[in-house]
């Protein structure tokens, strides 16, 4: 069995974001990049399918410049077998990055793909979904545990008031949520092999999408500090600091 695994590079989940002076965006000079958190989960639940000889070849994807390459790089040391870039020097919407990852899987035949269920940049939360309904595969996402069990994949989901467990035939989609599992590091002599393990490139233009944009960022502020806490003793310290702060 296949696993496909879409990554992300954003920024580093411990830096801190800075916003440009003049609001159009995120300021990403010498700013410490990374892969992202829920893909890192996506990748390690799809290589312990592996290591339990559930599936036979880990393929991960990402979708962006040259410079994305790094991200890969991360992803072969932590173990993936191989890598696909697909260039592209677009701004990618969530739409366009599905459209995108769709022909990927039309010419790779995974049986499962296995990706975060958001990026941090943009919490955007929608390419997996995307994805499913493009392909018309069947979809559990906010997977907290995945398990095979009789040709079927069961995918345990965190939702109001408890646990929902749906089973998918194959091919299908899943999308990881943080308690899934937590992802291994990559040791120094799997970082070594990782500069051999094959590294496709493919242009987006080979893809035959057409491709366009349907967002626009009007303008990106800093979030507003947090006011600072008040430690009350009792209630009603607490009574008489609403009767005095509350507006009426």
Avoid: C
Avoid at 79 to 90: E, K, Q
Avoid at 101 to 115: K, T
Avoid at 156 to 162: H, K, Y
Avoid at 168 to 173: D, M, N, Q, T, Y
């Amino acid at each position: 069995m296949k696993i496909l695994v879409p990554v992300k590079k954003v920024i580093d989940a411990n830096v801190r974001v800075r916003v440009k002076s003049d609001g159009s965006g995120v300021d990403l000079a010498a700013t410490k990049m990374a892969m992202n958190p829920f893909d890192e989960i996506a990748l390690e639940e799809a290589l312990r399918l592996r290591e339990s000889k559930v599936a036979t070849e880990v393929v991960i994807v990402t979708i962006g410049p040259a410079t994305s390459q790094d991200v890969l790089r991360t992803g072969l040391a932590m173990g993936a077998d191989r890598s696909i870039l697909v260039d592209s020097a677009l701004a990618m919407e969530p739409l366009s990055i599905a459209k995108s990852l769709a022909e990927i899987v039309r010419r790779e035949a995974p049986d499962l793909v296995i990706m975060g269920k958001q990026a941090i940049d943009d919490d955007a939360n929608q390419t997996g979904q995307m994805l499913a309904a493009l392909l018309d595969w069947p979809q559990a996402t906010f997977a907290s545990k995945v398990e095979f069990k009789d040709g079927v994949v069961e995918v345990t989901r965190e939702i109001d008031g408890g646990h929902e467990i749906l089973a998918l035939s194959l091919p299908a989609i899943v999308t990881a949520d943080l308690r899934l599992n937590e992802p291994r590091y990559a040791s120094l002599p799997n970082i070594m092999k990782a500069k051999a393990k094959p590294l496709q490139v493919v242009s987006i233009d080979t893809l035959g999408l057409e491709l366009r944009q349907r967002l626009q960022v009007v303008s990106v502020s800093a979030a507003t500090p947090r006011s600072r806490q008040r430690k009350t003793v009792g209630v009603a310290e607490v009574a008489q600091f609403l009767k005095s702060n509350v507006r009426k």
